[in-house]
């Protein structure tokens, strides 16, 4: 077992929590009660529900980083194929950091070195999975 491997992959667990918290961000800062507020019930409901899937999904990558680093890192073809899941995710959600257009809302710097550290972890975290995926 690769120690340094597992050690990044924990790491990487803890950092998609972090992610979290700029996901519960979005709604305050994109206004979504003014907003979505216009839109028939069902989708404002599916809104929400699409969020939670995705924070679901977020928070459970990161538990399973945490808590199985060392099966994860093992080389096995199901940690492989666990490992190549998790980077595709993250490698579709970095492609999307460059095609949604988020500047009218990084009206503060707090908030464009945010979206500096979110792609740079989205990058960090797909390199580190597909890394892990192909050359275990």
Wanted: hydrophobic content about 60%; aromatic content about 14%; proline content about 2%.
């Amino acid at each position: 077992m690769n120690e340094t491997l597992t050690t990044l992959i924990r790491t990487a667990g803890f950092l998609q929590w972090s992610v979290l918290i700029a996901s519960a961000l979005v709604p305050v800062r994109l206004n979504w009660k003014k907003d979505l507020g216009g839109l028939p019930r069902l989708h404002r409901q599916l809104f929400w529900t699409y969020g939670g899937y995705i924070v679901l999904m977020i928070a459970s990558l990161g538990l399973l980083c945490v808590t199985f680093a060392e099966s994860l890192a093992g080389g096995t073809a199901l940690a492989r194929g666990l490992c190549g899941f998790i980077a595709v995710f993250w490698g579709i959600r970095l492609g999307l950091q460059f095609v949604l257009d988020a500047r009218p809302y990084l009206t503060a710097w707090w908030l464009v070195a945010g979206e500096i550290v979110l792609t740079a972890l989205f990058l960090s975290f797909t390199l580190l999975f597909a890394a892990a995926a192909i050359w275990q």
